[in-house]
């Protein structure tokens, strides 16, 4: 598995941008220099987050969301170590 993130992600699992597994690591985002943990969707490219407002919900109990426009990085929080950690746990099994 790679080291950065997707380019354009989302928490939604109807969304064609969701990746199980990208999510279960954990993604980090900094939006225009702050970390935002409140993130639904992201773009790097596109230069975009989308975050729910508030706590309204639209009528099929979505969260309402708004687009912000600005710089995006993105980094995974964990499973860089852990994938070595396990992969070294595996070889100690084998000797």
């Not at 985002?29 to 969707?41: A, C, H, M, P, Y």
């Not at 600005?70 to 992969?87: C, F, I, L």
Request: glycine share 12%; net charge negative; proline share 6%.
């Amino acid at each position: 598995m790679t080291d950065t993130p997707p380019d354009h992600l989302s928490i939604d699992p109807r969304s064609p941008h969701f990746d199980r597994d990208a999510l279960e690591r954990g993604v980090g985002i900094r939006f225009k220099g702050n970390e935002r943990t409140d993130v639904e969707e992201y773009s790097i490219s596109e230069g975009w987050i989308r975050v729910a407002l508030g706590k309204k919900m639209d009528r099929h109990g979505r969260p309402l969301t708004i687009k912000l426009m600005g710089p995006v990085e993105a980094w995974y929080q964990s499973g860089g170590e852990a994938g070595e950690g396990d992969a070294g746990e595996q070889v100690d099994a084998d000797d």
